[in-house]
């Protein structure tokens, strides 16, 4: 089955610095690679999501890139502030049309900013 | 995004008791409702795939006779606890997968705390 890892557990930033996570993956069928921000007690909220067709997305300060050959994704946060301050999970899932679409959760990422 | 609400939002309950939670999509047709686990400062781990109107796929690792998962409709899915023991607290949340236009999007419910005295 698909693996996923994520690095690093933890990180600390300053306010208006970059961050960035980084998660690899083991299955090259995998063609679906999303972002969740999870705040503590609550459900992970979807950031931005990536699709194996493309190398890069951007969504005002979060980004997200892809490398398909070495099967690896990075969250890209710019200008960080303190509200981005939660816990971040990556995934992968092979989406199969009108089929279930498991995905596998990356170790997550405490991201702090520190003003 | 979508709606999806879980049943109660958190419970207390005496070892050896059951327990189930509800797993509602508000205003989509879930096809495909998954069911995960999350101990405190870890990961999301997934339990179980239900497909409506057919049994559950549990991951390895799962009983399915302790976590009975029943999906009768496209909208309802229930986990149930059965027997549960103090190391069955955790967070559960479920997250429903459907049909929105050309697209399949998947959304999750806001998670069900169970704590087991």
């Known amino acids: 089955g698909e693996n996923v890892e994520q690095h690093p557990s933890t990180l600390s930033v300053q306010e208006g610095d970059s961050a960035v996570i980084k998660c690899t993956y083991s299955?090259?069928?995998?063609?679906?690679f999303p972002w969740y921000k999870q705040e503590l007690g609550k459900r992970p909220q979807l950031i931005i999501d990536?699709?194996?067709?493309?190398g890069e997305k951007k969504d005002q300060r979060i980004a997200v890139t892809l490398n398909k050959t070495a099967k690896h994704f990075s969250l890209h946060i710019t200008e960080t502030q303190p509200e981005d301050s939660a816990v971040y999970f990556c995934?992968?899932?092979?989406?199969?049309?009108?089929?279930?679409?498991?995905?596998?959760f990356g170790t997550g990422t405490q991201l702090k900013v520190e003003l | 995004g979508a709606v999806v609400s879980q049943h109660p939002s958190w419970v207390i309950c005496k070892s050896g008791t059951s327990v189930k939670i509800e797993c509602r999509s508000l205003?989509?047709?879930?096809?495909?409702m998954f069911w995960y686990r999350q101990f405190p400062k870890q990961s999301l781990m997934l339990m179980a795939t239900?497909?409506?109107?057919?049994?559950?796929?549990?991951e390895q690792g799962v009983e399915k006779d302790k976590f009975l998962i029943n999906h009768a409709s496209l909208t309802l899915s229930t986990l149930t606890v059965t027997s549960a023991h103090p190391e069955d607290s955790s967070f559960y949340i479920c997250?429903?997968?459907?049909?929105?236009?050309?697209?399949?999007?998947?959304?999750f419910g806001p998670g069900t705390r169970l704590t087991v005295t």
């Open positions: 997250s429903a997968r459907g049909r929105r236009g050309r697209i399949y999007e998947q959304y």
């Open positions: 995934a992968a899932s092979n989406i199969l049309t009108g089929g279930g679409n498991k995905l596998t």
């Open positions: 990536i699709r194996s067709n493309v």
């Open positions: 239900s497909n409506e109107g057919s049994k559950a796929t549990y």
């Open positions: 299955d090259s069928a995998s063609n679906y």
């Open positions: 205003d989509f047709q879930a096809t495909t």
